[in-house]
């Protein structure tokens, strides 16, 4: 059974910057491509950004390119997302997800791959 559990949110003043962690476990983490994905009352639900298992490949929403950095650490079973020079337009909850499909353009997965997020605020 897949568990994801998010950490990191909170309240951030615009151009801050915020670290979300997620720990998994049910599933073979080291073998599973991973995920970010958000929703805001305004805006529904968007892919952010997604990681290959080893961690060589990466995809970022253009939004949040050169802003965001998705990383992992298979030893800890750990997934992050480093969030830096945030906007009020960042505000959202946030999800961790895992892929068991790779979609070409990117698309959040089924809802059961999601956890069950962490709130991001980001204003002054």
């Known amino acids: 059974q897949v568990r994801l559990v998010e950490s990191g949110g909170g309240l951030v003043q615009p151009g801050g910057s915020l670290r979300l962690s997620c720990l998994a476990s049910g599933f073979t983490f080291s073998n599973s491509w991973m995920g970010w994905v958000r929703q805001a009352p305004d805006r529904g639900t968007e892919w952010l950004s997604d990681i290959s298992p080893g961690g060589g490949n990466t995809r970022y929403l253009d939004s949040v390119k050169g802003r965001f950095t998705i990383s992992r650490e298979n030893a800890k079973n750990t997934l992050y997302l480093q969030m830096n020079s945030l906007k009020p337009e960042d505000t959202a909850l946030y999800y961790c997800?895992?892929?068991?499909?790779?979609?070409?353009?990117?698309?959040?997965?089924?809802?059961?791959?999601w956890g069950q997020g962490t709130w991001v605020t980001v204003s002054s």
């Open positions: 997800v895992t892929l068991p499909l790779v979609a070409n353009p990117p698309r959040p997965p089924p809802r059961n791959y």
